[in-house]
């Protein structure tokens, strides 16, 4: 086989990957990636009273490291249940970051709300998946002990504040064990 019949077979085969390889291509331009999870609040600070408040302090933040406007709409953000918040009419500025809150608020340039009344991400272990709106995989972070079978042990990512779970992407996680005081059995996942 000649290099530029090895060169072709190469690009053909990595073209024809089936969608569920590509999909989840992790390491690739991870480390440039236009948008991305940044930041994962899984655990509200407060007491788990299903309050408005507790739930507005459980969020994922979402960032935009391009200097152009990102289109959103159509977007989804969703946990390892199927609870899926889908983005409606926004763009996200370019070196910029929105928060995307559980709770119920009034949406800004900074702040979007689910709307729920109960709690989305699992404290023990979740992901968070951040697909565009063709439906393909743009990134994720996952917290707790579920990713590390599914993902054959591999670990990835920056754990700026100790191993707390696999994730892609610059994630400052301020839940340290994923567990808090005062938590009551039946209340979350």
């Given at each position: 086989m000649t290099a530029a019949a090895a060169i072709a077979a190469g690009i053909v085969g990595a073209v024809a990957l089936p969608a569920t390889a590509a999909d989840h291509d992790h390491d690739h331009g991870r480390r440039h990636a236009e948008v991305v999870?940044?930041?994962v609040q899984h655990?509200?600070?407060d007491r788990e009273t299903r309050s408005n408040r507790s739930l507005n302090r459980e969020w994922v933040e979402i960032t935009n490291?391009?200097?152009?406007?990102v289109n959103l709409d159509g977007w989804t953000l969703a946990d390892r249940e199927g609870h899926t918040y889908t983005f409606h009419h926004y763009r996200l500025d370019g070196r910029s970051t929105v928060r995307v809150h559980t709770g119920m608020g009034r949406d800004t340039r900074t702040d979007l709300y689910q709307?729920?009344?109960m709690y989305v991400w699992d404290r023990f272990a979740d992901t968070a998946t951040l697909r565009n709106d063709h439906g393909r995989f743009v990134d994720d972070a996952s917290?707790?002990?579920h990713h590390r079978d599914e993902d054959r042990g591999e670990?990835?990512?920056?754990?700026?504040?100790?191993?707390?779970?696999?994730?892609?992407?610059d994630h400052r996680d301020g839940d340290r064990d994923g567990h808090r005081d005062g938590d009551r059995d039946g209340d979350r996942h």
């Open positions: 999870i940044s930041d655990v509200s600070p490291n391009s200097r152009r406007t709307d729920r009344r917290w707790g002990r670990h990835r990512g920056d754990h700026r504040d100790g191993d707390r779970g696999e994730h892609r992407g």
